[in-house]
């Protein structure tokens, strides 16, 4: 007979890369029939082919790498989702929250370990530390639901966040005590809080600006990754540098690109799907190896460690979560979410213990010993389990009674415009993507909608050569979008005019509103407008969107919004409303709005109530000719937006026609957005295939100025 044994544990590379690829490919399958989270699924597959298991798998120098990353990632991806508006909002409810999370575990953690465990104070210290402390373990199962940007889950992120740092500096101070033979000194700790402001201003200086700076530059896909988890690993290294765990360097980094990377976004989706499909799942595999579920069956102090640590540290979290609940009057059900997600130890108690295991108290006794070691490891098992249960039932509790528990985010884009269509018209491919970047921004994620990608050539003796290239343009952009998760539909179409073109693809597809760029070849056509969007928006009642973005939207600082009196009147007022809202939200910089007061009143009270998350301030226009200084105001970093009328609605007014040369002369070759709001007027299917190509618009005034320019020019 042959003896399997041999060959096991395995320790060829490539099938160990390869069990642990099948491992991360059924487990979600296995666990999903048996109606258990996932993250468990990973950590118990670790305990079985680990050594304490089956011994399939050695815990090679693979585990410690990408378990690494995988810590680091799921850190990271903590600060670049939450909700940085939210967190600045609710800032002393984190502190509450954090204060408490921490105190208590470790309050009765310490009383446990001397009173019951009989640990020294120094060991007692360690042990509550990695109790009071959590990891994010969890935070997955809350991004699968959606609730990234939930209160109650940057609250629980922060205050976690919050224990993480207080937890590290007592680690330091307990370890230097132990190696110094002394507690630490004045000195001690001035040296630390030099080193810790030196790192946070270091970081929050460099990193935005080398960010922008890279970003403007380079807009490959593959590069953009590279330099952000670049930028991870290196705050992390730098924070191991001063004496923290690269852990919180992760997370802290992951804070300062939050505002550099939309929720959206291509990029963001790259991140998420290497970390969730590799580097996640190798790090929860590997801390499943690391369990020794046999010293159970032992007996002995072992299980007397083990139940105390574990029914202590819950206890203490439950308390934390619950309490914190009460104080800030919170539903309970926000209660249970706080506590699944700040349950879990994982990472850092790994960590934590096996500094405890390197620092040495006398000669040859080390400050954790072997039965503290194998007692936390086993508590991580227990305490993953708690977590990721109570975290998945409360997540979707909270999605489905959210509305009425009076725990909605402030979101009700679900329930506003649900005849959203996107029409995405596109001719260059130099601005293509820019512009299918900001109908993703704009779109509604919940409607989980698809958009429509555009390309309208002229049907002359070019147009199969037109056809082609048109065909690839919209190839690319199916592409684009699929990084993002977003479908597209495409259609190349030909027209004999192309304004009238986009407005039967516009009636066809029967879309909400459209987007296109604003002219920007002279050679083609010298008028501001270019051929055809005169023609459309004259042509067509609904939204219009035209865009002009010299750089990533992601670099943009603000957002400024021109509004013309009267504008609230007009029925497209909070669909355009509602996109510049989306839009400033996903990549997180302000909006100024500018108009006149009755305006402004009732956007601040639609912004208050719908999307408090945006920094919008609010600065007075009584008259439209403010729009010169405000544009000569506006910076190259800054977009300006126009909120624009169509001849003969309600909004519009004689100044509106000089748009054109005021752009121009004043605002030239920088970020604008011209807006055309949905008005009355004829319905879509007013026009038909019939209709004569539709002439350009031009007043008596401009067509004057034009004779003019053309005379004077042939003298």
């Avoid at 790259?270 to 799942?281: H, K, L, T, V």
Wanted: aromatic share 10%; glycine share 8%.
């Amino acid at each position: 007979m042959i003896e399997l044994t041999q060959y096991f544990p395995i320790t060829n590379p490539t099938m160990i890369f390869f069990i642990v690829l099948i491992t991360i490919l059924f487990a979600p399958i296995v666990m999903g029939k048996l109606r258990i989270p996932h993250i468990i699924g990973m950590v118990l597959a670790g305990v079985a082919l680990g050594k304490y298991g089956f011994d399939i798998l050695e815990r090679d120098s693979s585990f410690e790498l990408f378990g690494r990353v995988g810590l680091l990632y799921i850190m990271f991806l903590a600060g670049i989702e939450m909700d940085l508006q939210g967190l600045k909002k609710n800032v002393s409810q984190v502190g509450i929250f954090g204060v408490f999370t921490f105190a208590i575990p470790f309050v009765l953690m310490y009383i446990a370990s001397v009173w019951l465990l009989g640990y020294s104070h120094l060991a007692s210290v360690l042990l509550s530390c990695i109790m009071s402390t959590n990891t994010l373990i969890a935070y997955p199962i809350v991004a699968r639901y959606g609730l990234q940007k939930h209160k109650v889950t940057t609250l629980s992120v922060g205050a976690s966040m919050l224990s993480l740092l207080i937890t590290l500096i007592l680690v330091a101070a307990t370890t230097g005590a132990v190696q110094g033979g002394e507690r630490p000194g004045v000195v001690f700790w001035l040296l630390f809080l030099v080193k810790f402001v030196v790192y946070c201003v270091l970081l929050l200086f460099m990193i935005p600006r080398l960010t922008r700076w890279f970003l403007r530059m380079y807009s490959d896909s593959v590069m953009q990754f590279i330099f952000v988890l670049a930028i991870m690993f290196l705050s992390a290294a730098l924070s191991e540098l001063i004496g923290l765990e690269g852990i919180f360097g992760a997370f802290f980094s992951g804070l300062i690109l939050n505002r550099y990377v939309p929720p959206l976004s291509p990029l963001m989706n790259r991140i998420e799907f290497i970390g969730n499909a590799i580097f996640i799942p190798y790090f929860l595999i590997g801390v499943g190896m690391l369990i020794n579920l046999r010293l159970l069956f032992e007996g002995g102090g072992i299980i007397t460690t083990v139940i105390c640590i574990v029914v202590v540290g819950t206890l203490g979290k439950a308390l934390a979560a619950y309490i914190s609940c009460f104080v800030m009057k919170l539903p309970w059900l926000a209660g249970h979410l706080m506590f699944g997600l700040t349950s879990a130890h994982a990472a850092a108690g790994i960590a934590i213990v096996m500094i405890g295991m390197k620092t040495q108290v006398d000669k040859g006794v080390y400050l954790v010993g072997d039965e503290m070691l194998n007692g936390v490891v086993v508590m991580i098992l227990f305490t993953c389990i708690i977590s990721t249960v109570v975290t998945d039932r409360a997540a979707r509790q909270v999605v489905l009674l959210r509305e009425k528990d009076g725990m909605d985010d402030g979101d009700d884009n679900g329930k506003r415009g649900n005849d959203e269509k996107i029409l995405l018209s596109v001719k260059y491919p130099e601005t293509a993507a820019t512009l299918l970047n900001l109908a993703i921004l704009m779109r509604n994620p919940k409607l989980n909608r698809g958009l429509i990608a555009l390309n309208v050539v002229y049907d002359d003796a070019e147009a199969d050569a037109n056809q082609r290239r048109g065909q690839q343009l919209l190839d690319d952009i199916v592409q684009r979008a699929s990084a993002a998760d977003v479908r597209v539909q495409t259609q190349v179409r030909l027209a004999t005019n192309i304004g009238n073109g986009i407005k039967h693809a516009f009636k066809e597809f029967d879309c909400s509103e459209v987007i296109f760029g604003v002219h920007m070849h002279p050679n083609s056509s010298r008028v501001f407008w270019g051929d055809f969007a005169q023609s459309v928006f004259n042509g067509l009642s609904r939204q219009i969107i035209i865009a002009r973005c010299m750089q990533p939207f992601s670099t943009l600082r603000a957002v400024k919004v021109a509004i013309p009196s009267r504008a609230e009147f007009e029925p497209g007022f909070y669909r355009w409303l509602e996109r510049l809202c989306r839009f400033v939200q996903a990549i997180g910089c302000r909006i100024v709005f500018n108009g006149r007061e009755d305006t402004l009143e009732l956007i601040r009270k639609y912004v208050n109530e719908q999307y408090q998350s945006v920094r919008a301030e609010y600065v007075s226009m009584p008259k439209w000719v403010g729009l010169i200084d405000l544009a000569e105001s506006t910076n190259a970093d800054e977009m300006l937006v126009v909120v624009t009328a169509r001849q003969g609605t309600v909004s519009y007014k004689a100044a509106l026609e000089s748009l054109p040369e005021e752009l121009t002369e004043h605002y030239h070759g920088k970020n604008l957005m011209i807006i055309f709001p949905d008005q009355y007027g004829p319905a879509p299917d007013t026009f038909t295939f019939a209709t004569t190509s539709h002439r350009e618009q031009l007043s008596a005034y401009h067509e004057l100025l034009i004779w003019l320019r053309r005379k004077f020019t042939k003298k």
